[in-house]
């Protein structure tokens, strides 16, 4: 609720006068269990930085983050680390994120070793555990003696899965977990998240920007413009029928399979405002073909809007 993340630059203790990076400021949502719920919108518009405040990974300079009614942000260190048993992160960059030095099963193995005190067994259930995770998101039981460098991009992602679900926790953030992968292994990881989904009941927190994979695995959208969330809806609302003038040009920007289909392609003009010095009122003026005078004074609120949307649909903009 009301989540805000500003940086501040190193810098401004010699030059006060520079402002705070608004990575994020004021962003409130919630995801359900067995709910995806997917952050979409340009880079730099502070998707990874509110999923990573709401594992702490980043310390949010405000606001409240809540798991099951518990407030993370006021917990201790300790505390904290104990809540990450339920809430896990897969990275971006698969290779990057696994320790070269480990085995397959040593990786997988780890974080029920390092929460050995809260009932993960012995180690010799521990690794009967690994060997059923690593069937669960299509190992071969090998695998389990290879080293990060020995597997193929998408085998390296099943093992970052793999790793995440060793705890079963409650809610996973994916942060760009396919974009770093080929097109035809994405489909398959994609599909495997789903499944698990539908197995485990997990929520997942999608940190995206293709909108394809998006609409294939989210239950609801968020879109965010410059640390502010513009538009909340449920995957077939927001895709068929939005309402605030970022999200349709973010959406006309997808290619149409159908070369005959009339595609209305929206351009959007110019460059996203610094997030150091956001444009006063609504922050997409400066950019919005819709813009009137009233759009530079007054922050249109997220407010609900009338709509057969699941879970409501929630607009920012004045005329929308
Ligand atoms: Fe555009 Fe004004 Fe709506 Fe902002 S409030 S999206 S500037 S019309």
């Known amino acids: ?9 190193p810098k401004r203790w010699l030059r006060p006068a520079r402002p705070a990076i608004q990575a994020v400021d004021g962003v409130s949502f919630s995801v359900a269990r067995g709910e ?3 952050l979409v919108g340009e880079s730099g518009c502070g998707k990874t930085t509110t999923a990573k405040s709401v594992m702490r990974l980043v310390e949010p300079t405000s606001g409240s983050v809540q798991l099951e009614g518990e407030e993370l942000l ?8 104990l809540r990450r048993r339920q809430l896990q992160i897969i990275f971006q960059d698969p290779y990057a994120s696994l320790n070269p030095r480990l085995t397959a099963s040593d990786i997988v193995a780890e974080p029920m070793r390092n929460f050995s005190n809260f009932g993960t067994g012995t180690a010799a259930e521990r690794r009967e555990r690994v060997q059923w995770l690593f069937s669960r998101v299509g190992l071969r039981p ?5 080293f990060p460098h020995e597997f193929s991009g998408g085998q390296r992602q099943r093992l970052g899965i793999a790793r995440a679900l060793a705890l079963n926790p409650k809610l996973i953030v994916c ?12 489909a398959q990881v994609v599909n495997l998240l789903m499944d698990l989904q539908a197995e485990f009941g997990i929520a997942y927190l999608f940190v995206a920007h293709d909108l394809a994979v998006v609409r294939h695995i989210s239950h609801r959208v968020a879109v965010m413009y410059l640390g502010h969330i513009v538009e909340i809806a449920d995957r077939d609302t927001l895709f068929s029928a939005p309402r605030h003038p970022y999200t349709e040009i973010l959406l006309s920007a997808v290619p149409v399979p159908n070369p005959r289909t009339p595609a209305r392609r929206m351009l959007l003009q110019g460059d996203p405002p610094s997030p150091a010095n956001p444009p006063s009122g609504c922050r997409f003026h400066t950019r919005c073909p819709m813009a009137q005078a009233v ?8 407010t609900e809007r009338p709509s057969s949307s699941n879970g409501g649909h929630w607009v920012a903009c004045h005329f929308r």
């Not at 609720?1 to 630059?9: F, M, Q």
């Not at 942060?175 to 994405?186: I, K």
């Open 1 to 9: 609720r009301n989540l805000r993340k500003h940086y501040i630059s």
């Open 295 to 302: 759009c530079k004074e007054q922050v249109p609120e997220l």
């Open 74 to 81: 006021t917990l201790s260190a300790n505390e904290m680390r």
């Open 142 to 146: 090998e695998a389990a003696k290879k």
């Open 36 to 38: 995806t719920l997917s």
């Open 175 to 186: 942060d760009e977990p396919v974009s770093a992968l080929d097109v035809s292994v994405q």
